[in-house]
């Protein structure tokens, strides 16, 4: 069974930093892509970020290549990670980690992230 596991998530100040992981298992044929989406309230879930096996990243947002985002990953372990600094209230909202095998998209629960003003 596939399982994408979050964490990272929480409650955090504007100017603020968060770490989100996500660690898949029960991926049989190996993890091509993993990335990061998010979904504000009222809005369309969005990619925020993602990284190929190969390590080469692609960031949605052209100012999060800057270092406000920055996504990372553990092959041997399956792992994602997003480092956010810089928060702002616009970045609230439930992120989910994705993670993608031959063409099978997979998702995890979601972890909420609230930036307070």
């Known amino acids: 069974q596939v399982q994408l596991v979050e964490s990272g998530g929480g409650l955090v100040q504007a100017g603020g930093s968060l770490r989100l992981s996500c660690a898949a298992s029960?991926?049989?044929?190996?993890?091509?892509?993993m990335g990061w989406y998010r979904q504000a309230p009222g809005k369309q879930r969005e990619l925020v970020a993602s990284?190929?096996?190969?390590?080469?990243?692609?960031?949605a947002d052209p100012r999060n290549r800057k270092g406000r985002f920055t996504i990372s990953r553990d092959n041997a372990k399956n792992t994602v990670y997003l480092q956010m600094n810089s928060l702002s209230s616009e970045d609230t909202a439930v992120y989910y980690c994705n993670a993608v095998s031959l063409n099978r998209y997979y998702w995890g629960q979601g972890t909420q992230v609230t930036v307070s003003s």
């Open positions: 990284i190929t096996s190969g390590g080469i990243t692609n960031y």
């Open positions: 029960g991926i049989i044929y190996g993890v091509d892509s």
